[in-house]
């Protein structure tokens, strides 16, 4: 049987958000705190629901990330799947992960809000394709812009339909935690939600 595994990475394979504990890694502990006080205003808009997600998130890559040379952020993504990602990883998620990668004709497919630049490592290294966000670069330098849509909610399925035809699997399984992923709701056949938990 054709199937098609698609997983959540933040908070549903990963225990905490690696957005945050991505910048951590690159900027230190001082600085991700005294900037995440400075973006608290947007930040208090979006939990508001007064700016879209897309909106919060530039504003937050903008601070951390405008202006690095992404060579050299690409360099800082593999240190941290090295020294820091795998201690988030759930076991059982993993392990889940394991088994259908284990699966004759079954593709595993991790679709993230996060940045392909952090993710990418991790999900290359264990085998498993990748959709996720895409930060715009001027001249090899992060602008702090998206590239393109924000992988979240029906972005994220339309997504992973540009990349994948549905249609072609005799099963699609999704795994998510958050109220975006709820747009593969109905879509697929089988959707786990908080699966790990």
């Known amino acids: 049987m054709k199937t098609l595994a698609i997983f959540d990475f933040d908070g549903t394979i990963t225990t905490r958000d690696t957005l945050l504990e991505f910048t951590k890694f690159v900027r230190g502990k001082r600085t991700f705190y005294v900037g995440m006080l400075l973006l608290s205003p947007a930040l208090i808009l979006y939990k508001l629901k007064l700016i879209p997600n897309w909106k919060a998130k530039e504003y937050y890559l903008s601070y951390f990330f405008g202006g690095m040379n992404h060579t050299d952020l690409e360099e ?40 392909t630049t952090w993710v990418a490592p991790w999900a290359e290294s264990h085998r498993f394709e990748i959709v996720g966000t895409s930060l715009e670069l001027n001249d090899g330098h992060v602008t702090g812009k998206i590239h393109g849509k924000n992988c979240y909610g029906q972005a994220k399925l339309e997504a992973v339909r540009g990349r994948f035809d549905l249609s072609a699997y005799d099963e699609v399984h999704f795994y998510g935690d958050s109220s975006g992923d709820r747009a593969f709701e109905g879509v697929v056949a089988r959707f786990f939600y908080r699966h790990f938990e």
């Open 76 to 115: 800082k993504a593999r240190e941290f799947t090295k020294n820091r990602l795998e201690s988030l990883i759930r076991p059982k998620a993993l392990q889940q992960l394991e088994d259908y990668k284990a699966q004759p004709d079954t593709t595993v497919l991790i679709a993230t809000a996060s940045a």
